[in-house]
């Protein structure tokens, strides 16, 4: 009997799966003696995930909105940068292949924790910034782990998540000094004779877009938020985050496109909240106003609010409408629709429902059209009705 990963990973990961977890669960590179990976078997376990795009779109593009309305409704700041290098996060966690990889627990993307985040901030304050400790304490709470010490910071951070899907790449490490590393009495010196050590590890391709949160904990803290704002754009510009930012990894700079089209998609989607939001009422106001009329009462008093007939002349007298609402009059009477029906003729034609014939002038020519006479003629006909 084989155990459960293995089945697993012989059936490899499908389009719209959990990366993250079929990468940290399901590694089966191993060797044949059992006893670990060989360096082939991590790079091919690290490839297996690489080449193709990695996170479900929908499912990010549904996360930064939660985002932005959580940050909307505390006066938090909505955040993208891109990244300029490539990024490695998680490293020092454990896995298989020796080198961890930090994955978004339900999303199954790369991702920088919030923790990790504020750690970033608050290194680039206190050592570059010259922030000093009480507005470090304030902003990011104290470092003691002890209660009667314990204070909460003014800005919460949220974790980085990818703004879209993001391509994965195998990087590798050389380190050419191993036994002087791994020597804790400090007799080995770190010479050329030493065997180089590559290592395979994942890395997220430069270029991809990251949506980062800052929202103050209180509504006093909101200028708070705005100082970490600028220190989170500084840092990140020139520190980096993640793993080995030492050697250039990790740089991230504004992501002006992106915030530019997520702003474009929240008002799109904000007109179409406030469209929903007025269609109601009017269905409200409509159920309100036809209560206890017919249902073909409420369906032409439903087409004039919706069409505008009242106010727009031209959209009620056009071919064919009046002449649709008559033929279904005539088939079915209802005296209520027929009362409002009129009503609405009589708005935009005066007089005409009173004389379809009247005339005017020397040589006695008709008020209306021959149209309009048509109208009245068939109109009248009907039972009548009240408003």
């Given at each position: 009997?084989?155990?459960?990963?293995?089945?697993?990973?012989?059936?490899?990961?499908?389009?719209?799966?959990?990366?993250?977890?079929?990468?940290?669960?399901?590694?089966?590179?191993?060797?044949?003696?059992?006893?670990?990976?060989?360096?082939?078997?991590?790079?091919?376990?690290?490839?297996?995930?690489?080449?193709?795009?990695?996170?479900?779109?929908?499912?990010?593009?549904?996360?930064?909105?939660?985002?932005?309305?959580?940050?909307?409704?505390?006066?938090?700041?909505?955040?993208?940068?891109?990244?300029?290098?490539?990024?490695?996060?998680?490293?020092?966690?454990?896995?298989?292949?020796?080198?961890?990889?930090?994955?978004?627990?339900?999303?199954?993307?790369?991702?920088?924790?919030?923790?990790?985040?504020?750690?970033?901030?608050?290194?680039?304050?206190?050592?570059?910034?010259?922030?000093?400790?009480?507005?470090?304490?304030?902003?990011?709470?104290?470092?003691?782990?002890?209660?009667?010490?314990?204070?909460?910071?003014?800005?919460?951070?949220?974790?980085?998540?990818?703004?879209?899907?993001?391509?994965?790449?195998?990087?590798?490490?050389?380190?050419?000094?191993?036994?002087?590393?791994?020597?804790?009495?400090?007799?080995?010196?770190?010479?050329?004779?030493?065997?180089?050590?590559?290592?395979?590890?994942?890395?997220?391709?430069?270029?991809?877009?990251?949506?980062?949160?800052?929202?103050?904990?209180?509504?006093?803290?909101?200028?708070?938020?705005?100082?970490?704002?600028?220190?989170?754009?500084?840092?990140?510009?020139?520190?980096?985050?993640?793993?080995?930012?030492?050697?250039?990894?990790?740089?991230?700079?504004?992501?002006?496109?992106?915030?530019?089209?997520?702003?474009?998609?929240?008002?799109?989607?904000?007109?179409?909240?406030?469209?929903?939001?007025?269609?109601?009422?009017?269905?409200?106001?409509?159920?309100?106003?036809?209560?206890?009329?017919?249902?073909?009462?409420?369906e032409l008093y439903e087409a004039s609010v919706k069409e505008n007939w009242r106010e727009d002349r031209e959209a009620f007298v056009r071919e064919g409408v009046i002449e649709g609402w008559l033929e279904r009059l005539e088939a079915d009477p209802q005296p209520?629709?027929?009362?409002?029906l009129r009503e609405l003729v009589e708005l935009h034609f005066k007089g005409l429902l009173q004389n379809p014939e009247a005339r005017k002038g020397k040589k006695q020519r008709p008020v209306y059209s021959q149209r309009q006479r048509n109208l009245a003629r068939?109109?009248?006909?009907?039972?009548?009705?009240?408003?």
């Amino acid at each position: 009997m084989r155990p459960l990963y293995q089945e697993a990973a012989e059936a490899r990961l499908e389009d719209g799966g959990n990366t993250g977890l079929w990468y940290d669960k399901f590694c089966d590179r191993w060797k044949d003696d059992f006893s670990g990976l060989g360096d082939e078997g991590k790079k091919s376990w690290i490839t297996e995930v690489t080449g193709n795009k990695c996170g479900d779109e929908r499912l990010l593009q549904r996360t930064k909105e939660r985002m932005a309305r959580l940050l909307e409704s505390a006066d938090g700041e909505l955040l993208f940068y891109k990244l300029e290098s490539d990024f490695v996060t998680g490293l020092g966690r454990q896995h298989p292949v020796e080198n961890g990889f930090a994955w978004h627990p339900t999303l199954g993307t790369p991702y920088l924790p919030g923790s990790s985040v504020k750690g970033v901030v608050r290194a680039w304050a206190a050592q570059w910034d010259g922030a000093d400790e009480a507005t470090l304490k304030r902003i990011f709470g104290s470092e003691s782990k002890k209660v009667e010490n314990f204070q909460a910071g003014s800005v919460v951070f949220l974790d980085a998540i990818p703004s879209a899907p993001v391509r994965l790449k195998a990087d590798i490490m050389t380190p050419h000094y191993g036994p002087y590393y791994q020597d804790d009495t400090g007799r080995t010196p770190p010479a050329d004779w030493h065997s180089p050590n590559p290592i395979p590890f994942l890395a997220v391709e430069a270029g991809a877009s990251f949506v980062f949160g800052v929202l103050p904990r209180c509504k006093e803290h909101v200028a708070d938020c705005q100082k970490v704002r600028a220190w989170l754009e500084e840092a990140l510009e020139w520190t980096g985050a993640g793993a080995k930012t030492a050697v250039g990894y990790g740089r991230f700079a504004q992501d002006v496109s992106a915030q530019q089209k997520f702003e474009k998609e929240e008002e799109a989607r904000l007109e179409e909240q406030r469209a929903r939001q007025e269609e109601e009422q009017r269905r409200q106001e409509i159920e309100a106003l036809t209560a206890g009329k017919s249902e073909l009462y409420r369906e032409l008093y439903e087409a004039s609010v919706k069409e505008n007939w009242r106010e727009d002349r031209e959209a009620f007298v056009r071919e064919g409408v009046i002449e649709g609402w008559l033929e279904r009059l005539e088939a079915d009477p209802q005296p209520d629709a027929t009362g409002y029906l009129r009503e609405l003729v009589e708005l935009h034609f005066k007089g005409l429902l009173q004389n379809p014939e009247a005339r005017k002038g020397k040589k006695q020519r008709p008020v209306y059209s021959q149209r309009q006479r048509n109208l009245a003629r068939r109109m009248l006909r009907l039972p009548e009705g009240t408003e």
